[in-house]
């Protein structure tokens, strides 16, 4: 039986300075989606080849704590600097996955991909909720070329789908995890149907960011996050385009900890949050390095 649709939304515009971002989770249905409670929607743009490259210089520098970032980059570069050291570049295709932990500060920009010559930025950021327990935890940080994210073709020629967090079938990603999970980008050809047998207990959600598709007999437009019921049951996806679509579906166990969240901090009481604000004014988070 296919899982019934609890709501869709377009979210809201939320830009950040010269990004041009829709913000698809919390929204006015949702706190959460298994472990998941944000997602912010860098949306598709062409950039002028003569535009400057955004330099990490601490002017986007911000704290973090009681989550895990991860950053999925479709097109562009993004640069990573943070207060426990780690500086890397994360090229199209690949993630940046970082545990905030008990207090991080992290900066990073994106930008065009100099290997390609589509001068496109495309981006997702989620917040992974971290169980009281790693919230406690040191912070960590986890770059994850396109190369080294696991792939697997659908049959009949139907497209593939990337494990970008979680396992599916015999594929299991390389980002730790601290409760189910799963976050998939599945690519699907013109005509062909994709169809996911959901767990028992877990909570799923889909976002087309680009394309109209079909999913469970309900037509949705680019840009519209979908969630589902709770009940077991099946997804199904169909493109009746005549060319390809990309559809991002993730999910998870339910997060049974009180959630509160204020800023940059997740946490599970207000007092925590405020203990998150002090230490990060007490300068406890360290300093970011940019030589």
Do not use: C
């Not at 339910?254 to 925590?272: D, H, K, L, S, W």
């Not at 949050?273 to 970011?288: E, P, S």
């Amino acid at each position: 039986m296919k899982k019934k649709i609890s709501f869709s939304t377009q979210g809201q515009r939320a830009d950040i300075g010269e990004y041009k971002i829709n913000r698809m989770l919390p929204n006015r249905y949702a706190k959460a989606v298994g472990p998941f409670v944000f997602l912010d929607h860098a949306l598709l743009i062409k950039h002028s080849p003569d535009e400057p490259i955004k330099k990490v210089n601490g002017s986007g520098a911000h704290p973090h704590r009681g989550i895990a970032t991860l950053t999925y980059i479709l097109n562009g570069e993004a640069d990573h600097h943070d207060s426990k050291g780690h500086q890397e570049r994360v090229r199209s295709g690949g993630v940046q996955w970082m545990k905030a932990g008990n207090g991080i500060i992290h900066d990073e920009v994106l930008n065009v991909d100099p290997q390609t010559t589509d001068l496109l930025t495309h981006a997702f950021q989620f917040w992974i909720n971290l169980p009281s327990k790693q919230k406690a935890e040191s912070p960590e940080y986890l770059p994850i070329q396109a190369s080294e994210i696991l792939q697997k073709k659908l049959s009949n020629e139907g497209g593939w789908i990337k494990v970008i967090a979680g396992e599916f079938e015999n594929l299991s990603s390389k980002i730790p995890n601290y409760s189910k999970q799963l976050l998939y980008h599945i690519h699907l050809e013109a005509g062909k149907q994709f169809s996911f047998s959901t767990e028992k207990g877990l909570e799923y959600a889909a976002f087309l960011p680009l394309h109209n598709a079909v999913i469970n007999d309900n037509e949705f437009s680019k840009g519209e996050f979908i969630e589902f019921d709770r009940n077991e049951g099946t997804i199904e996806i169909n493109n009746n385009t005549e060319a390809g679509i990309d559809i991002i579906l993730f999910g998870g166990e339910n997060y049974t900890e009180p959630i509160v969240a204020q800023g940059p901090f997740v946490m599970n009481t207000q007092t925590e949050i405020a203990d998150a604000y002090r230490d990060f004014h007490d300068g406890l988070y360290g300093d970011i390095s940019y030589t």
